[in-house]
């Protein structure tokens, strides 16, 4: 998988060039475990076809059953939903100290440097004409993949992930002087309110100068009699349709309530987004820490960074002082702007369809796609109350989540419909994180891979639209799912050019890693050191490549959390030795193995489909 700087032809012919051997032991076998899973076939089953059974009654004073792993592949599994990877050391810690303390720790560690902050240290704030950073969004993805592969809080950038699927601004969507900024400012700021209240979070999110701009939240004007101009209803009614309710009224465990005629009941009328929408009037970018530079090839005035990283601010003689009800509360008329907001929040956070709305789709990112109700009911009731009388306490919400009895049992592992396709972005910075992935020179450059057909098909904080890369009730058509209208929200990434596009980029990236043009230098100009910059180290992997036997089972435990049948181990460890390696090998050679052995296992449906 290469940064942008590659064509299309030239990721082929490179592929095909460097490595033939790859290619061959792992094409058959690949293409078959892809077809299988996205089919609803095979060892790892569909990503869900039914909710879960019964789950035990809880045992523990902690109100679950199962506290502590019990083996390595127990540990590796909660390491795997909770955060990327996992490494033999915390394998070991959460075996030693147990789930619950082990997630606790993680929760109170201190974040790790801000990718805004990784921005300046790279020199992208620089005013320049010949770079024009503040034109360009591919240093935002550059930030982004560093602080997925490299940040000492894995557990913080997995919530602040999820985050980012469920409060939607894109990249893509954004066209203003330091794009890459403001959405750096937008991943730190879900990043420090991963583990706070969602109270808080969605304030911050509301007055997000990203966001701000992405659903026209900035500039947005009062209404104007004289020339028929209304307020913007496009954040006013996201944030109840995407953020916090949802379309329909729900009961605690997310199942939709019904009048007595068995009809759905709306959330929201179009009154309620007409006056909600006057709260979100007269905010704009805050502009009085700017300080501007002339740039001296255009002659453009430049603002400074600031403004991307704090939040809107008022201008009262834009907001508007119309009395607005709405989900049955009003802001009386000449109510002030700031107080007329904290309405607004204060009754959607206080909204009984915000716990199961949230929580049902957070364990849809971590856990399983199709969670029981009784499950979702747990989440949503750790929302309503932390047990301390606290409503909207995210570590509450997230311990429920990962330390639930469907979570952690074992029923989930031998039923078809529990679990979850693997995102792209996931697998990708599982690969990095589980084989020691490094930039040399400390570039980072990996650019935007949402195109299908020769990178992941998905890029973080690069949605296509609001609507996040997946709907929480798609259902993949024509498929045995379907005919249950059973939801896999990830499959609506899959296609017949992603699942090809997948194969072949991982092909490349996990031999030889990512090529990168002018690694020593913050832009994109090519240069005399040009090449494979970011590359995995696979030191572990190496010590093992004349067993075939050991290393497939060392990458079943650290990627699938010990999930691969010994029939699909076996197949890859005969695959593997077609091509004699041993202890005098060349280093080419030994590396040819394991990648084959990576990519194998990473394109076969026990690890696509994560239980």
């Known amino acids: ?72 592949e127990e540990a590796a599994r909660f390491l795997l939903q909770a955060q990327f990877s996992a490494s033999d050391a915390e394998v070991a810690a959460v075996r030693s100290k147990g789930y619950a303390t082990w997630l606790a720790e993680q929760m109170a560690a201190p974040a790790s440097m801000p990718g805004f902050d990784w921005l300046n240290l790279r020199g992208y704030g620089v005013v320049n004409g010949a770079t024009n950073y503040y034109d360009n969004s591919y240093p935002g993805d550059y930030m982004v ?56 979070l969605l304030q911050d999110v509301t007055l997000n100068p990203a966001m701000g701009y992405y659903l026209n939240t900035k500039g947005n004007l009062k209404e104007n ?94 907001h508007s002082t119309l009395a607005a009800t709405f989900l049955g509360a009003t802001v009386p008329a000449g109510t002030d702007g700031v107080a007329a907001l904290n309405t607004a929040l204060d009754t959607l956070f206080n909204h009984p369809n915000v716990g199961p709305f949230f929580g049902k789709q957070m364990i849809q990112r971590l856990v399983t796609s199709n969670p029981s109700p009784a499950y979702v009911a747990r989440v949503a009731s750790a929302f309503n109350n932390n047990g301390a009388g606290v409503r909207g306490d995210l ?41 020691g992935i490094n930039s040399a020179r400390g570039s980072w450059k990996i650019g935007d891979l949402s195109d299908p057909a020769s990178r992941l098909g998905q890029s973080p904080l690069r949605s296509p639209s609001v609507f996040n890369f997946f709907r929480p009730g798609y259902v993949p058509p024509s498929t045995a799912l379907s005919a249950t209208q059973t939801p896999a929200p990830e499959f609506q990434l899959v296609n017949e050019s992603s699942v090809g596009g997948y194969l072949n980029a991982m092909q490349t990236t996990i031999r030889s890693g990512i090529f990168v043009n002018a690694p020593d230098l913050p832009q994109s100009t090519s240069n005399a050191t040009n090449g494979y910059d970011i590359t995995a180290a696979y030191t572990a992997e190496l010590a093992l490549v004349t067993d075939p036997t050991a290393l497939v089972k060392r990458l079943n ?14 197949l890859i460890v005969t695959a593997l030795n077609a091509t004699a390696v041993t202890a005098g090998s060349t280093d080419n050679a030994k590396r040819d193995r394991v990648a084959a052995a990576v990519l194998l296992v990473m394109a076969s449906s026990e690890y696509l489909i994560q239980k």
């Open 225 to 318: 009699v004289a020339t028929g101009r209304a307020p913007d209803e496009n954040y006013g009614r996201e944030v109840m349709q995407l953020f916090t309710l949802g379309l329909y009224l729900l009961n605690t465990d997310g199942t939709e309530k019904r009048d007595g005629n068995g009809n759905k009941l709306e959330t929201y009328t179009q009154s309620d987004i007409t006056n909600i929408a006057r709260v979100f009037t007269g905010w704009d970018f805050d502009q009085t820490q700017n300080v501007t530079t002339v740039e001296p090839i255009s002659g453009r005035t430049i603002p400074n960074t600031v403004f991307t990283r704090i939040p809107m601010r008022l201008n009262a003689a834009n």
């Open 557 to 570: 435990l650290l990627l699938c959390a010990g999930q691969m049948s010994a029939a699909n181990q076996t």
């Open 395 to 435: 570590k509450a919400v997230f311990s429920a989540v990962l330390l639930d009895d469907e979570a952690r049992g074992p029923a989930g592992l031998s039923q078809t419909g529990f679990g979850k396709l693997r995102e792209p972005i996931v697998r990708l910075v599982q690969w990095g994180r589980t084989f």
């Open 1 to 72: 998988m290469h940064g942008p700087e590659l064509s299309d032809t030239e990721l082929v012919e490179e592929t095909q060039n460097s490595h033939a051997l790859l290619a061959k032991v792992s094409a058959a076998v690949a293409a078959s475990a892809l077809v299988t899973a996205c089919g609803g076939g095979g060892g790892g089953g569909p990503a869900a076809a039914t909710g879960p059974g019964t789950t035990p009654t809880p045992t523990t004073p902690g109100g679950f059953s199962y506290p502590n792993a019990t083996s390595d």
């Open 145 to 200: 993949w560093n602080q997925l592969m490299t940040s000492s809080d894995a557990v913080r950038k997995r919530i602040a992930l999820a985050l980012s699927e469920f409060f939607v601004v894109s990249l893509t969507g954004l066209d203003f002087s330091w794009r890459s900024y403001a959405i750096a400012a937008w991943w730190d700021m879900l990043s420090t309110n991963a583990f706070g209240n969602f109270r808080n």
